[in-house]
């Protein structure tokens, strides 16, 4: 897959958490975005995204950033559990 395709996520991504987040605290909001996340996103999407934290520069809000954080812990407990 390519850059455009992270670019393309991360956006929707940012998205996500920025329509989630209105008007919650950045926790729930956080959580929100994440069960999102992992509700309706393929697994290879998510797996991507969660790659994404590798790098300064992805672009991911700071709510989408900690929601996606969340997402990476969540698969590692999944993976492992």
Do not use: Y
């Amino acid at each position: 897959m390519s850059s455009h395709h992270d670019t393309h996520l991360i956006h929707m991504t940012n998205q996500i958490a920025a329509n989630l987040g209105g008007g919650r605290d950045e926790e729930t909001a956080a959580a929100a975005t994440c069960r999102h996340l992992e509700t309706f996103w393929a697994r290879s999407m998510k797996h991507r995204l969660v790659a994404t934290l590798e790098r300064e520069d992805a672009g991911l809000s700071p709510l989408a950033k900690r929601a996606v954080t969340l997402l990476a812990e969540r698969l590692v407990r999944h993976h492992t559990g």
